[in-house]
């Protein structure tokens, strides 16, 4: 029987990270950061990758280093080894006519279908989307597993297709550790499901009153609703890795990395087994290097090439009056949540 490619075993990366959390978190600011280490790949966001070999030529499609994947010195290389190992593993797939194929809307094809969140194509798939999420992280333990066993085909599939990706993404940037900035919470359990090894999870956790100001500019949302989401959010995170042995997951805060990047990329680096810096080193690694990185996804101050320095955003401190800051604290819980934001 010929093996099936996400089975081959020497296309598996050391470490797979993930960064768990809610949106507007810094999981971009933090995976550029990660990606300086020589011994850690930041790929952006995994669930992009069937989108982003679409045809569409969007500015949206765009590498951090600021080509499409086609035109990617990269991304190129690993389309090529990916269909290298197609070839040594028997499979009769041709990734050029993958490609070619359709898309459904922004799903991928065979084994471009890594999208495990968002940009569900019709409000059935979103149902499901929901529905799997809700049995996962609402039912007890064994009873979720089965439920996800059973009914989670899709979402153990795009995550078993993630894992021949980020062999290859290993392989190609000769990098043990590769880290997908995710941050969604059911990408973490089926990949927690899927993956060979420990799968290391970093949540990271930003104050929620910087995203409630970003939802009211973004969409005049109401801070104590966002209050709600962002203790319901965080708290189901919390639980969901609870399960998981304490030596997988490190809990990081975006305001401390921003006030002291140099101590938080310490214990990250130490959590991935990665090799502590020595002086001269840590320039370059506290430097936003946008040209030369290749994620997927993510906020757009991937592209500002101008901003290469860490520079907090706190806007809510002005933008949000004395009243939406005490109703924000008032929601139940996130009192609590806003002390894990030192
Ligand atoms: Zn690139």
């Known amino acids: 029987m010929t093996a099936s490619p996400v089975q081959t075993s020497h296309t598996r990366p050391r470490t797979i990270a993930y960064i768990v959390g809610s949106a507007r978190s810094g999981s971009t600011l933090l995976g550029m950061l990660l990606g300086n280490h020589p011994e850690c790949f930041a790929m952006g966001e ?167 100001a970003s939802m009211k500019r973004a969409t005049r949302q109401d801070v104590a609703t966002s209050a709600r989401r962002w203790v319901r959010g965080n708290r189901r995170i919390m639980r969901m890795y609870g399960r998981m042995d304490a030596s997988n997951v490190c809990r990081v805060s975006y305001e401390a990395l921003c006030r002291d990047p140099r101590a938080t990329l310490e214990v990250l680096y130490a959590f991935l087994g990665c090799r502590a810096f020595h002086e001269g080193e840590w320039q370059r690694a506290l430097t936003l290097e946008k040209t030369s990185s290749h994620m997927l996804g993510g906020n757009p101050m991937r592209f500002r090439n101008d901003e290469r320095t860490i520079a907090p955003d706190e806007r809510w401190r002005d933008e949000l009056s004395e009243d939406e800051l005490r109703r924000f604290q008032n929601v139940k819980g996130a009192r609590e949540m806003l002390e894990l934001c030192r």
Not at 59 to 78: H, I, Q, S, Y
Request: proline share 5%; hydrophobic share 40%; glycine share 8%.
């Open 46 to 212: 995994m669930d992009s990758l069937g989108s982003y070999l679409s045809r569409a030529k969007s500015p949206n499609a765009l590498c951090t280093c600021g080509r499409m994947l086609d035109e990617c010195p990269f991304w190129k290389a690993v389309l090529v080894r990916a269909q290298e190992l197609l070839k040594e593993t028997g499979i009769a797939q041709d990734l050029a006519m993958l490609r070619e194929r359709p898309l459904n809307r922004q799903y991928g094809t065979g084994l471009f279908d890594t999208n495990i969140h968002g940009f569900h194509p019709s409000w059935i798939h979103t149902a499901m989307h929901r529905a799997a999420l809700l049995a996962a992280t609402s039912l007890p333990h064994c009873a979720s597993r089965l439920t996800l066993r059973r009914f989670g085909g899709r979402y153990r599939k795009a995550a078993e297709n993630s894992l021949f990706w980020y062999g290859i993404i290993s392989q190609v940037s000769e990098r043990p550790v590769v880290l997908d900035c995710g941050k969604g919470v059911l990408r973490m359990l089926a990949l927690g499901a899927c993956a060979p090894g420990p799968l290391k999870v970093i949540h990271l956790i930003r104050d929620g009153r910087g995203q409630a």
